[in-house]
């Protein structure tokens, strides 16, 4: 029998504060949505953040002061002292990376000693790494884009079941039979398939085994660690990488990522019984952006995209790649909101779009003289689907003082009004600027 439902303090978010109320956050768009300062501003009430998918192609930026931190693996629950943060079994983990990302925030005074990593999360491999590239450049036009990470061909090979997983990676015996058998079938792909170099055995033990050594302290089996958490009642914040329309089931399949990046993805990327996971906040940027390739309905390839590019530095946090960026996009928004089911949302970006003179929200789109509402699964459709747009009078006031909701100029409480019907949830915080205390947050209870 199910326990009834504990209904603990209302904070400024909306949400119940503590009491093991579970927490997700995840990103509507295409990534990039500022998830990291959402994650930042949330981890102080929780005791636990923790990852469940995706991998070093992420880039989670907070602005701390002076300081910006940048995190691709490391849960940003990390800059907040004692909090417990997890990178779960969901997760695909190039230890090099995780490594530097250990010893850079070590270097800045950030205490890791919290850090733990699943056991069951797989490895990303040099191969995965290399064929990344191997397979984009053999796409030619139709690539994807990708962060050239090595998170595709590692997660196919997860799907594949001859994925190296972190326990592996722990036994020496383990792992020299694992890339042995592995390897040989990766360097016939890299050699016979793409006449490229093979990658040698000895350098990649080596360096995985020492890798193995310096990550030792923080593995561990989370199912037992996830079950005695909540047994005991502690709050966990589950963050999300990427956006929705990046996800591998509901995104714009092939130009995605390979994981389940909405919310089914983060029972099975955690071990969090999906009924612990008690709400959805969905990050929705003031307007849409994508980085890579594939179809863009609302892209504005011109000076109203430059202008929102340079205001919102919409330059990849993880590759420097600049971003696409345009109008909002409702009916990808409608759509990512009907799998995700968020309780609440979280608009970010808004003082980006205080120059603009009017703003666009596409509401439907147009294929073959006809209106759809529901966003489309063949990417062809996408591609030729013209937006119909509703347009919203600009604020063209400076907003990045305002802490309040309800102290937005009428304008843009009009806009976020259209931004909550889309998603059919309420905003319970609007970021105003980079900084982190710049978010305009709901005062009034209810
Ligand atoms: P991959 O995840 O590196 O395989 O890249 C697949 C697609 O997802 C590409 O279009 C990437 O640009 C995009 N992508 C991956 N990670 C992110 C992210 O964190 N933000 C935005 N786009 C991403």
Not at 53 to 71: D, S
Not at 163 to 188: F, I, S
Not at 198 to 214: G, K, S
Not at 295 to 302: A, G, I, K, V
Request: charged fraction near 25%.
């Amino acid at each position: 029998m199910f326990a009834p439902r504990r209904v603990g303090r209302r904070d400024n978010y909306g949400m119940v504060k503590g009491m093991g109320e579970n927490l997700l956050v995840l990103g509507l768009q295409w990534g990039d949505e500022g998830k990291g300062k959402v994650i930042d501003a949330l981890s102080g009430d929780f005791d636990v953040v923790v990852r469940f998918q995706g991998g070093a192609n992420a880039g989670h930026t907070v602005q701390v002061k002076e300081e910006k931190f940048v995190l691709h693996l490391i849960p940003s629950g990390i800059l907040h002292p004692g909090k417990l943060c997890i990178v779960g079994n969901g997760v695909v983990v190039d230890p090099q990376c995780l490594l530097e990302e250990i010893d850079g925030l070590e270097a800045r005074g950030i205490d890791v000693s919290g850090l733990i990593l699943s056991d069951r999360a797989h490895v990303v491999m040099p191969y995965h790494k290399v064929l990344d590239s191997l397979r984009e450049a053999a796409l030619g036009k139709r690539k994807i884009a990708t962060t050239g990470r090595g998170i595709g061909p590692c997660y196919a090979d997860k799907a594949a079941r001859c994925g190296v997983r972190v326990v592996d990676m722990m036994r020496p015996a383990t792992l020299r039979r694992k890339l042995k058998e592995v390897l040989a079938a990766k360097n016939k792909e890299l050699v016979q398939l793409y006449g490229a170099e093979p990658i040698e055995f000895a350098e990649v033990f080596a360096a995985y085994e020492a890798y193995a050594e310096r990550l030792k302290p923080y593995v561990r089996d989370t199912v037992p660690l996830v079950r005695d958490l909540l047994e005991k009642g502690k709050s966990i914040l589950l963050e999300g990488a990427q956006g929705t329309m990046l996800d591998i089931n509901f995104g714009t399949y092939p130009y995605v990522t390979s994981s389940n990046v909405s919310a089914g993805g983060a029972a099975v990327g955690t071990g969090i019984p999906p009924n612990r996971i008690k709400r959805v906040m969905g990050v929705v940027k003031a307007y849409s952006s994508r980085v890579g390739a594939g179809p863009f309905p609302t892209e504005q390839d011109n000076d109203i995209g430059k202008t929102i590019r340079e205001r919102g530095h919409e330059y990849g946090s993880t590759t420097g790649r600049p971003r696409r960026c345009g109008w909002l996009d409702g009916v990808a928004l409608r759509h990512a909101a009907s799998v995700n089911a968020p309780d609440s949302i979280a608009v970010m970006l808004m003082d980006v779009l205080s120059v603009l003179a009017e703003l666009k929200v596409c509401v439907a789109y147009k294929l073959n003289g006809q209106e759809i509402e529901n966003f489309p699964a063949d990417p062809d459709h996408l591609a030729e689907a013209e937006p119909v747009y509703e347009t919203f009078e600009g604020w063209q006031t400076d907003i990045s003082g305002v802490r309040s909701i309800d102290k937005l100029p009428r304008a843009a409480r009009d806009y976020l009004a259209a931004v909550e019907e889309v998603t059919g949830a309420r905003a319970e915080m609007v970021s105003v600027g980079p900084e982190r205390e710049q978010i305009a947050r709901r005062t009034c209870d209810g």
